[in-house]
Structure formats: C-alpha cells, structure tokens
T-cell receptor, first 111, second 114 residues
Framework: RKEVEQDPGPFNVPEGATVAFNCTYS??????FFWYRQDCRKEPKLLMS???SGNEDGRFTAQLNRASQYISLLIRDSKLSDSATYLC????????????FGAGTRLFVKA | GAGVSQSPSNKVTEKGKDVELRCDPI?????LYWYRQSLGQGLEFLIY????????KSGLPSDRFSAERTGGSVSTLTIQRTQQEDSAVYLC????????????FGPGTRLTVT
C-alpha cells in the first residue's frame, strides 16, 4: 500500500460546480497535512494546510479525518483557473521533515 | 523577498556524463529538499537537509546520486554517469524549521539524458 494515495482523476467539471478530492494515508502517526497545487510544467505551490479542526480559505475547504486516515479538499464554485493537479502531502513525523507527496488528482474545469 | 532558485533551468547531457544541479533556498530556511518528477508522475523524494543534522538520504535511487549543502545554504545535487532513466525535472524546496513544514519550491531543473 502506498503511503499516500489519491484518485488520479481526471475530474472534468463545468464552471460553477463543486468538486471534492480525497486522499488517504497509511501512517496513523502522521501529524502535518497539506494540499498543494501544481500547474502544467510548473512547480508545486502550497494551496493550504489541513488542520484537525478543518479550515476554509475562500472557495476551498480542507478537512482531516484521523479515524479513517484521510484528508479532503472541497472546491466550490469552480473557476477555469482552478484547472490543475492537486497534490496531497503528508508528513509522517518519523524522525524529521521528510514529506510524502501523493501522485496528484487532475482537475479540468470547463466553460 | 527572493524565492527558491535553481540552476540550470534546462540541462541536456549525454549518457555517461556527470551533472551538477544547484539550489539556492530562501534565506533563513534551514530545511532543504530535493525531489524528482518524471513526466506525468508524482514527486519522488530524494534527500533532505535540516540544519547541521545528518541528511536523510533514504530517497536517493542509487549511489550515482549524491548531494551536498554547504554552509547551511546552497545545495548541489550531483548525478554521476547519467542514464536515460535519470531524465526528469529535479525540484528543490525549502522550509522554515520549527515554524511549519510548508515547503516552497524552486522552478526546477529539467534534465534530459540523450
């Protein structure tokens, strides 16, 4: 089993749609969780951290479910500019700062 | 302020040659990471440096790969006797110690081995 797993997609949605991604992780001791966004042929950029209490940033909501060992990202009112690959990132906290990136979920938002 | 910079942006080399890739992290960031991303694939962790601690080299795919970080700042990733399967984008990232684990990435070096 991979340490971090994501549905690769692609997700094809119309503008204005709500779309949700899930990511599962295998190490129950993991402490830090993030969502990154990567545009085609660009470097990943932090989208948001994921806190135990859940957090929201505009149209984006991230949640953590420790019992089931998954994190989620919800995008409301999708924009064309949201088209990208969304990477789930987990820090297992087994001795330092090593982080594990999921393979990413591709999102295409269409007009 | 200045972000993470990497050089060269593109490198084409012949199979069997050695290459050096450079990363300049954000000033004040004590953690530095190297990743590799093949076309259409996710990020593969290679190595990280944290302050003066011994680096975690667990992700290096073979002994042809090595990395140094001098003075706690600039890092160089060296690939010896390059192979075609080494072709990928090599990404460097840095982060603050003890504040967060949020990583800031450089634009990457696209390595092509012919």
């Amino acid at each position: 089993r991979k340490e971090v797993e994501q549905d690769p997609g692609p997700f094809n949605v119309p503008e204005g749609a709500t779309v949700a991604f899930n990511c599962t992780y295998s190490n129950s001791a993991s402490q830090s969780f993030f969502w990154y966004r990567q545009d085609c042929r660009k470097e990943p950029k932090l989208l948001m951290s994921v806190y135990s209490s859940g957090n929201e940033d505009g149209r984006f909501t991230a949640q953590l479910n420790r019992a089931s060992q998954y994190i989620s990202l919800l995008i409301r009112d999708s924009k064309l500019s949201d088209s990208a690959t969304y990477l789930c990132v987990v820090n297992p906290r087994t001795g330092g700062f090593k982080t594990i990136f999921g393979a990413g979920t591709r999102l295409f938002v269409k007009a | 302020g200045a972000g993470v910079s990497q050089s060269p942006s593109n490198k084409v080399t012949e199979k069997g040659k050695d290459v050096e890739l450079r990363c300049d992290p954000i000033s004040g960031h004590t953690a530095l990471y190297w990743y590799r991303q093949s076309l259409g694939q996710g990020l593969e962790f290679l190595i990280y440096f944290q302050g003066n601690s011994a680096p975690d080299k667990s992700g290096l795919p073979s002994d042809r790969f090595s990395a140094e970080r001098t003075g706690g700042s600039v890092s160089t990733l060296t690939i010896q006797r390059t192979q075609q399967e080494d072709s990928a984008v090599y990404l460097c990232a840095s982060s603050l110690e003890m504040v967060s684990y949020e990583q800031y990435f450089g634009p990457g070096t696209r390595l092509t081995v012919t």
